[in-house]
């Protein structure tokens, strides 16, 4: 038998529904605050990645899916960030607009170990805002996530925030992690002492316990911001506080991609064990210069839909299941033919409907319209096609009545 590849899943019918749920939700909230969609190929240059992620992270470096024609070497996108601002650039909606605010949902690839929430191939819905340094437009950013989980009906999350500074900022950083730790190597796990040379910042993310042990115990604080940047984070602080948005100052929060600066934030959830975070995100002020466009700040965040779905509470879910089919039964040719006819009436008037094509008894399309989460049946007989009329039951209530065949659209109308 024929496999799936490692990494991946199906999404099944039956789940469908609810992947719908929250992409319909999140393009709303997104329209709400003056979001447009951008779709962007599953496939780029290796090179785009490389430049923009760094070379020394481990999605880099471990974790790309690649694609070699001839000289050229593609890959599918770990991420979107980059793969954006690409577009930004070689399409110039820099020129067309000084300020954009851009979202997206599809899939991602990484080559990564699977585990719980963790697929070779996942889902982002996430956004972008291209143009401005402004805090306000931080604070908007993290009250925007906040604004998607609740429109999922998603409780239990927690709201980690901190700030790297700017590029000189984290430098300094940089270099306190190395004294810091410089003593301690041999507490750390083989990667986070391999990481103490490539890319440092890495280590505060490990989840090994140990190395937690040694990140926690290096007591770190705001001292390596400039001051530019230390006012820039209170500020966010600030409008967060006046938007009611709660969240934790978490001075080992870093981000796992060398593009951020300043504002990185984090969203977790308990459900999910060590790996815990479903979403995250922050400034990225100097991946457009460094990509060949202009000095452009910009933010943004992603949420990773297989673990929003991981999270969503079975009551949360129940409230997907609403009937809304209309499902047809007929009993003999003739009724077929009638109720075919009707069928097609029922869909030209958006009318979700439906119907049996395998000639089975009235009990058995019974139960292939309770199976599909029918609203209602409507019944058609040789008794029903002599008289003009239909049998409706609601498949909710239970009541069961006759209505007129040319009555049967605007009475489901009203009712929908």
């Given amino acids: 038998m024929l496999k799936k590849v490692l990494g991946t899943r199906d999404i099944l019918p039956e789940e469908i529904d609810l992947w719908q749920e929250i992409e319909n939700s999140s393009r709303f909230v997104f329209s709400l605050y003056g979001y447009k969609e ?12 490389n430049r923009s992620l760094g070379d020394s ?5 471990k974790q790309m899916f690649e694609i070699k024609r001839e000289k050229e070497i593609y890959v ?11 577009a930004y650039l070689e399409n110039n909606l820099d020129k067309k607009d ?3 605010k851009l979202y997206y949902i599809g899939p991602m690839f990484r080559a990564e170990r699977p585990q719980k929430g963790r697929l070779r191939q996942f889902h982002h819905i ?12 931080d604070a908007e950013i993290i009250s925007l996530a906040k604004r998607l989980l609740d429109t999922f009906n998603i409780k239990g999350y927690e709201i980690k925030i901190n700030s790297l500074g700017c590029s000189d900022d984290k430098r300094k950083l940089a270099e306190i992690l190395k004294k810091d730790l410089e003593d301690k190597l041999s507490l750390l796990c083989v990667d986070c002492q391999d990481r103490y040379q490539r890319n440092v910042f890495r280590i505060l993310d490990c989840k090994n316990e140990s190395c937690r042990k040694v990140v926690v115990a290096l007591n770190l604080s705001d001292k390596y911001l400039c001051k530019d940047c230390l006012t820039h984070f209170e500020s966010v602080k600030i409008h967060l506080e006046r938007l009611k948005v709660k969240y934790k100052i978490a001075p080992y929060l870093v981000r ?11 969203i977790t959830h308990k459900d999910l064990g060590s790996q815990d975070a479903i979403g995250a995100g922050g400034r990225y002020d100097n991946l457009i210069k460094q990509l ?3 000095d452009t700040p910009a933010m943004g965040f992603a949420f990773g839909a297989e673990r929003l779905i991981l999270v969503k509470k079975p009551e949360a879910r129940s409230q997907r299941l609403e009937r809304k089919l209309t499902y047809i039964i007929t009993l003999g040719k003739k009724a077929e033919t009638e109720g075919f006819i009707l069928l097609d009436r029922l869909r030209q008037a958006e009318i979700a409907a439906d119907m049996d094509y395998r000639e089975r008894s009235i009990k058995g399309q019974m139960r292939r319209a309770d199976a599909l989460m029918s609203r209602f049946t409507v019944i058609i007989g040789e008794d029903e ?5 239909v049998g409706l039951k609601d498949m909710v209530s239970g009541e069961q009545r006759e209505v007129k065949t040319q009555d049967l659209i605007g009475y489901l109308k009203k009712k929908s």
């Fill in 76 to 86: 599918l996108r770990p991420e979107a960030t980059a793969s954006i601002v690409r």
């Fill in 385 to 389: 096609l002599e008289k003009g009329m």
């Fill in 98 to 100: 000084d300020f954009l």
């Fill in 38 to 49: 951008i779709r962007t190929p599953i496939i780029e240059d290796i090179s785009l990645f």
């Fill in 57 to 61: 992270t481990e999605i880099v470096q």
């Fill in 292 to 294: 060949g466009g202009k």
């Fill in 126 to 137: 996430g956004c972008e805002a291209i143009g401005s340094l402004n805090p306000y437009l």
């Fill in 256 to 266: 796992g991609l060398d593009y951020y600066t300043r504002t990185v934030f984090e």
